[in-house]
């Protein structure tokens, strides 16, 4: 395996859930730390989403029926995570969602305080926001070996302002404003540009043709691999011709930064996570970075949404142990 390899887990939830009392064990019943845990099974990094406003309670109703944890996600609590994480000697990722709460392909709502803001009002709060983040990690010590730019931003961010149908010039100036927000405070974190569905080049190939037409600045593009979701199965072959093709036709580094597998079967998410570490090494040049788990630290019945694509299954009343899943990256 590559030695600078990144073998990450996304780590948003681990802290609430503590508050509400959770705890995580080893094999033998005994009290383990989340990221600690991660780290034994062979994690070398950790990735932390960021909100602009996210509410209070850290939950957020997604449609009138479905209720989502979303972490503790204000700047404050990501630096308190992220100092964990550095005394692990962790590397770091932060994941900027241009958002009071999740982004995703299907819901890039803008934040509240910014939605009767114009284009050049949203450019400056962009990249405002982004260097608020990166001057709060580096006057705490910190360093985000990586930074996403938004979050599976493949339909555009913060609609209808910078949504790829309408306003695909605006996207990309808000995208780079972000960009040069992180360069100028750190000119070493590499921006990755994050896409969903990595086996579906329909959602892809639009948004980068555009992107990179428009002038669209980045280091990495960084991909979501989501067998169960897709509705098939996770298919090596395939994850590696996706990837090779996206370096190539684009010429940019590629990552992995979010893949789940079903947090029950967890023969199932070691098969998966194996299949991207191979997938990524496949990548000719060294072009293919790492590869991220999101959420290994939670079971579906540890979540008001039961999200079910985890690494964790319980042990007992409000007690987690980690599945073999993440021990592929050993």
Request: proline share 5%; with cysteine; glycine share 8%.
């Amino acid at each position: 395996m590559k030695k600078d390899l990144a073998l990450g887990v996304d780590l948003g939830w681990a802290s609430q859930l503590e508050d509400e009392g959770y705890i995580w064990v080893d094999d033998d019943g005994d009290q383990v730390d989340p990221i600690r845990a991660c780290k034994d099974m062979g994690a070398n990094a950790v990735r932390l989403r960021v909100f602009v406003n996210p509410p209070k309670e850290a939950c957020w109703m997604k449609h009138e029926n479905e209720r989502v944890m979303l972490g503790y996600c204000d700047i404050d609590s990501v630096v308190a995570m992220a100092k964990r994480v550095k005394a692990l000697d962790m590397d770091i990722m932060l994941d900027v969602h241009y958002s009071d709460h999740f982004s995703d392909p299907i819901v890039q709502d803008i934040p509240e305080a910014w939605k009767d803001d114009d284009e050049d009002t949203l450019t400056e709060k962009v990249y405002g926001f982004t260097k608020e983040i990166m001057l709060a990690f580096k006057e705490n010590g910190l360093f985000p070996r990586w930074t996403q730019v938004g979050n599976e931003i493949n339909n555009g961010i913060m609609w209808p302002a910078g949504a790829l149908k309408e306003n695909p010039e605006a996207l990309v100036r808000f995208l780079n404003a972000g960009y040069d927000a992180v360069k100028e405070i750190f000119p070493d974190s590499l921006v990755i540009t994050h896409m969903a569905m990595i086996n579906n080049e329909d959602w892809c190939v639009p948004f980068l043709d555009n992107f990179f037409a428009g002038g669209g600045k980045t280091d990495i593009i960084g991909f979501s691999y989501y067998p169960y979701w897709a509705g098939i199965k996770s298919d090596e072959a395939g994850l590696s011709g996706w990837l090779n093709m996206y370096e190539k036709k684009y010429g940019f580094p590629v990552m992995i930064v979010e893949v789940g597998a079903e947090d029950e079967k967890e023969d199932v998410g070691y098969e998966t996570v194996t299949h991207c570490i191979n997938a990524i090494l496949s990548v000719p040049g060294d072009r293919g970075l790492g590869v991220f788990y999101w959420e290994p630290d939670a079971h579906r019945s540890a979540v008001p949404d039961h999200y079910p694509l985890g690494a964790a299954v319980p042990a007992g009343e409000k007690r987690l142990r980690f599945t073999r899943a993440l021990t592929a990256y050993k």
